[in-house]
């Protein structure tokens, strides 16, 4: 036989490896071995935690002061101001793009003006 091994003659069927247990029979205690840094592995959940519960405090506190110190125009804003906002809003934008490039003067093929750079 090729240099295999027949677990009926060499040994008994229990040995024979067919539970899987090979690598815990080297180390009877590696299913526990995950305890030995379970002190460290508590500290940085809890550090983590201690984090998130900081972060979400942090984050309340910014929508809270955000209400307080929201802007209103109505209220904040002088009278005379509050009309000048309607009028604002009530100014709309048209899309006279058509009007403006026929108009214009300038060069579609021009190069890119850059502040600072003769050509």
Known sequence: MDGLRDPWI???P???GGSG????DKN???EYMWMENEEDF???VEEELQEQEFLDRCFQEMLEEEEQDWFIPARDL????AQLQQQLHG????DGSDD???KSNLNPDAKEFVPGVKY
Do not use: C, K, T, Y
């Not at 002088?78 to 101001?81: K, V």
């Open 10 to 12: 060499d040994g008994s």
């Open 14 to 16: 229990e040995q024979a």
């Open 21 to 24: 247990h090979e690598e815990q």
């Open 28 to 30: 009877p205690f590696a």
């Open 42 to 44: 508590n500290r940085q």
């Open 78 to 81: 002088p009278q005379g101001m």
């Open 91 to 94: 100014l709309a934008v048209g």
């Open 100 to 102: 403006i490039l026929s």
